[in-house]
C-alpha cells in the first residue's frame, strides 16, 4: 500500500486526540473516592510521561526528524510494560514504595514468583495485545545504533567513478511508507497504554466499596 503525506497527518491527528483521551481518564480515576491511593499518583505519572512523549513525537516528526523522534516508540512502549506490572504484583501499595525506593522493576516479582524483566513484560502483555512483543523488539533497535537506521543504507550512493557519496546535517531519509508506520506505531503504542490505564479506575472502584 502507498501512503501520502495526507495520511501521515491523519494519524498525527489520531495522536493529538489521545492526548484528551488519556487527561479525561484521569479525572475519572481521580475523582473515584475520598482518598488517594499509590496507583492513582503512578498512573498519574505515566499518563503524564505518555503525553510528554507523544507530544515529543509530533513536534519530532513534523520538523521530520525521525532519527530522533522513532526512538520515543520504544519509550512509550516501556510505559505499558511499567504499569502492566503494577497489574501483575499481589500487592500494588508495596510495588509502588519498591518503585519510590529506586528499586528496578526487573528485579521485582509478580505474584507468579517470576522477575519482571522487559523481555517478560513484553511476552506477558503480548497474550493480551498480539504484536506488542514484535513491536518492543523492532523499536529497540532504534534505541542503540543499529541496522535499523536505514538512512545508512539510502544517504549513502554510489557516485560517477566509483566513487561513494554521504550526506550529513539532513535527516530526512526515511520514505513516506516509514513514516507512517512509525506513526502508526507511536499511536498503537499510547492506545494500549490507555487501555491499560483504564483498568485502574475498575479496581479503584472495587477497593473503595471494599472500604466501605
Known sequence: ?????????????????LE???INEAK?????????HTMDLFTSAIINRSISLMKGFLTLAKEN????CVPLIRIQIDNSLRFYAATLVTDYNSFFLDYLSGNHI???????GHKMTDTYLATKLDEIYPGVHKLYKNSSG?????????FLQ??????KEGIIETRIGHYDFYHIDRKVDFAFNMFKASEILL????????QKLKVEGNNK
Open 1 to 17: 500500500m502507498n501512503f501520502a503525506e495526507e495520511d501521515l497527518h491523519a494519524i498525527f491527528d489520531d495522536l493529538n486526540k
Open 20 to 22: 484528551t483521551a488519556f
Open 28 to 36: 475519572l480515576f481521580l475523582q473515584i473516592g475520598d482518598n488517594i
Open 65 to 68: 526528524n525521525y532519527i530522533s
Open 106 to 112: 526487573r528485579n521485582l516479582k509478580d505474584a507468579a
Open 142 to 150: 532504534h534505541i542503540h545504533f543499529s541496522n535499523e537506521h536505514s
Open 154 to 159: 539510502t544517504s549513502m550512493k554510489e557516485g
Open 195 to 202: 487501555d491499560l490505564t483504564r483498568s485502574w479506575k475498575f
